[in-house]
């Protein structure tokens, strides 16, 4: 539900207005624009139902938001989500995150390499694991906290901002002090302590879409982040389950468009998991941007066939700047803007 | 299997490879390229697995096609395919299909005026059903001949080439007289009996992917209409089953780029079928043609609320005229041509 | 919609009210029960939306049915459908269809010693393939009507009806000569001309499931079989498509009581085809049984590494005869028949 | 890996063999059988790859395991797993688990109705969610600790086992404390490090399969639990995401033959959260068992439309009365045990 409020009204009044709806057991966000101020009200309606709320003064309008989520529908906030990610970069409403680097951090020198490649390309966001979930309990897990030094490291010589996945709540904290952005996987779409925990953060959550979640799972999702506090949400679609296995995963590339008629929220797609074959990304990621994406995450790794996990989906650095040229070009047809890192853009 | 014939041999020599060939119970398909000249070898290929072909005089080398569609497969030809397909419209290896029409032909002046319309915003074949494959036996199922009659009289008028749904191998001989090209529907995939009829006929031959087909699936039922005889196949991404409701299907384009590896065969797309949403269409139209696509196929109606099969999904003449814009930019920054129907491009 | 006749009505008013009905455009059937007679009026219900169908004289009660599909609803019928399918087998309403043998007939001498050894372990009803749909041209594609004559005999001999599939609108009436029972694979569900071609057949005809159908697809297709005024058809789940490739396809077993619950059709299920796997085919023939279907479809060979189609996946005739015997256990405990074809169950 | 002991090897010998292996940095798992002693060599099997293993000293013969998962399979321990849950009730190897009580807790009066009333009927372990993950931040979330204690209190004075989810690594140690068996939900299926930490408790982990996750998915997240230590891991089939929205997900019955045939491990079947239709829980729950399942979770619930959580798709005790007459008679049949908590079979 949001209430508008009359133009005009005092801070008093909105005070009292907030005052009230707290008093009925529920929360509300408010959002002070240019032309009138708006609340948001968070929780179970059925408890202002039967409420009058058009009487108190001040108010305008009550607006019921039909959809499940409310925080991170469109009829909460009409335009684009814009938000700064780290060193100068934003993301939504017309800027692209182009986000890169390699599945699992496996050392300084190669992560140094890697991501001095890929920002010459002209990525924006530094990606790599430190901890990673695994299928098999018996695989390269990732280098824990050494590895989050190191992207650390490497992101701030490079002036880059850095995202790397977060999936256990006993992690929040200590991750919370390398990353710029966190990241929950697809596994952890649900995991929904997490969600909270990561919401209760001060930094923007990169969320990926669970292999099987509806356009709905995923702002349902998005909408724990929300209501935890945290706004800055990135949703990211990396491919479905499909009963062809020529390919890794199915992308789902019309959740773009569909979601960006549902929520405020950006939208980046990752090719390299939904595909899982380099001969497929690049014509994947111009139809992503084509068809609307918010950004582009790519696996790159200088030399796939060593990597410790997922090498074989990653491109080579000059096969990823071959690629960022092209989605130069196209984001200069469709008016958007690839911001540069630590600068000028 | 190929085999690769020696430089410079004579017809006579070529005539006797055919012929040991085909007295082995295969059949040949000569090709005559500039440089050289190939014999694919259709059938069994068990049937030759032992028998000394390169001992043949003017035989080069015998190349085994591993993928089990082999007319199909780029090992079979390596360029692109491209063909004519009516009124001066080439289809293929840089040529794009803009195929636009109501889903059903409901009479003859409400076809004019579509067709006009979308002719004058570019397409360049007209579509429209005259028999209906509907999930309901007493729904409305097609005018019959007397809506082939219509789209035969429009598509000469406006020398726009035509395609229309044939539905059973009775239907082909009358289809025939009346279309340009033939569409097999989704339903119809694996009716091999149908695939092998048309692949009989002289007339290129659309194919939609079936709701659950797999990339290879695709490929093998194109290759019973090849390997009928028919080289012109053009195929058809219209989205596949899916566990999310909130798109009628879901929108596969990853085969796009996965059918351009395999295959040399153009592919096009309908966001239309796919989506079964008209604010979707627009994002998804141009991802597909960033993604590589050969085509985009379009439902469009001047008034949906009265269209008599599948109105809902429907563009309306204006909507359509402005995605044409934006395609034909698209069109020209990855330097594809539109060909205009009828005329110079 | 249905219309419940006055008890007592004469024949004259029934007819009465049959004119009527079909003088707005409507087709009807009518069922004369013990207690009352029931007429189906089957069509576009728009027509009659608004007639005031209850001041007919002799028309008790107007009930509308809500589903798309009519005469194959529960709401039209409320007993289960029960009926011989040759050589004095019925199937549903208790009695169970035990449908076995290969693949593809073969030849006489094999086909005659798979039907003995299935007929000797319980079988009921014979099938074979003798056209066969094959996802590659190149693939055996059955003995044609050499393998409709050896179906026949066999089944004459042995006194068990027989079933096979048809593909082709233009082969039903060959087939009619030679089977039972009409097969409608999975690849032909939705082929809405061939639907309605058996539907014109005086032969009970087995509907299996398409790969990505819904319990709805179904029932709509079988009702395009019986809306042709054929009303003995045969549900077949046969799996669907899915993201596991440990199985062929995957098993649907909840569609069986799904089905019972909306349809009076009889359902049985081919864990053959559902799994590919003759290990898993045992504990599926069980659940399927205990699920409530009204028989089992399972391809037996007597040497499956030599079938000319689906080898891998048949059960030899020693393991079928072992499973029948569980599966007569759980006929009894459940109080299901399984007929014995020819002579005294 | 798998290392048979020679028999009549001494613990010196064996404690040798094991010395061996840990030295390379591989873990251990010697079990004790009757006739011969085995050792479970856990880890990346590359670092033994080379090694001489076979002349270690009592060493017999070097078995490898070519599953991904180890500990889980059926090479690794060929007879079914069985093991105790609580109040003297086994599960596995004949012994069917009969869980049943509501999808959350809401209050002990309540819950000890429905508790009676299942364990009169049979039940032979209770079910209650004191965390409930939720789709909506907004929902009821369940009772948390008090919850725990209710459910504690109940089992107690019934003597039956409880089982409750546990969501998040931080309620381990507190779930711990109230529950006899920890469920790991669908959605936490891939929860790699909350399977981990039950894995280092001394509680049986009831395991929900995700609801896309393949078979070998789920063996690889049990593997994960076995592989921390704890060897009592229940299987749960619950559903999948599938096309068709009649029922709420697409029960698998197929995975219980499949799981079988790969791994030693119980697995049971929850029709329940499969089917979300009561109406088709009796079948399913049927089939089930006749397809070999090792026990039937039921959602039981005395007034399913107050029901806090997932109500609509409860049974009511009656009808679980009802089923567990018939689901006692299969057993029967197929000579499994229904054991009776506390007590007496």
Chains 1, 2, 3, 4 share one sequence.
């Not at 509300?28 to 409420?51: C, F, H, P, Y």
């Not at 814009?82 to 951090?105: D, N, Q, R, T, Y």
């Not at 901890?131 to 880059?160: C, H, N, W």
């Not at 000059?318 to 911001?339: C, S, W």
């Amino acid at each position: 539900m949001i209430i508008v409020v009359k133009p005009g009204s005092t801070q008093e009044q909105i005070d009292h207005i907030v005052a009230h709806i707290e008093a009925m057991g529920l929360r509300t966000d408010v959002s002070r624009g240019i032309k009138r101020t708006i609340i948001g009200v968070i929780g179970d309606e059925d408890l202002v139902r039967n409420a009058p709320l058009q009487a108190i003064p001040g108010v305008e309008e009550v607006v019921p938001i039909l959809k499940p989520y409310k925080l991170a529908s469109r009829e909460f906030q009409q335009e684009d989500s814009s938000f700064e990610v780290g060193h100068g970069v934003k993301v939504g409403g017309g800027f692209l995150a182009m986000i890169a680097g390699p599945c699992a951090i496996e050392g300084e020198e190669i992560l140094f390499e890697i991501a001095r490649h890929v920002k010459a390309a002209g990525a924006n966001i530094l990606r790599g694991g430190a901890f990673k979930p695994r299928t098999s309990p018996y695989s390269f897990q990732g280098l824990g906290e050494e590895g989050l030094k190191i992207l650390r490291a490497v992101g701030d010589e490079l002036q880059m901002p850095v995202v790397t996945e977060v999936m256990d709540t006993r992690q929040v904290e200590l991750i919370d002090r390398y990353t710029d952005i966190f990241q929950i996987g697809a596994r952890n779409m649900q995991n929904f302590n997490l969600l909270s925990e990561v919401g209760q953060t001060k930094r923007p959550v990169l969320l990926k879409r669970g292999m099987s979640a509806t356009v709905t799972d995923l702002l349902m999702s998005a909408e724990y982040v929300l209501a935890s506090g945290n706004k800055r949400v990135i949703l990211c679609e990396r491919g479905i389950k499909s009963f062809d296995s020529s390919t890794r995963n199915l992308l789902d590339l019309s959740i773009v468009p569909n979601v960006r008629g549902l929520s405020h929220l950006p939208i980046i797609v990752d090719p390299s998991h939904a595909t899982g074959r380099p001969d497929l990304i690049p014509a994947m990621s111009l139809a992503a941007l084509a068809g609307g994406a918010d950004g582009i995450h790519i696996e790159v790794h200088s030399c796939p066939e060593n990597a410790m996990s997922d090498g074989p989906q990653a491109l080579l650095p000059p096969q990823y700047a071959r690629l960022m040229d092209q989605m130069r070009q196209l984001a200069g047809l469709f008016e958007k803007t690839i911001p540069v890192p630590g600068g000028a853009a």
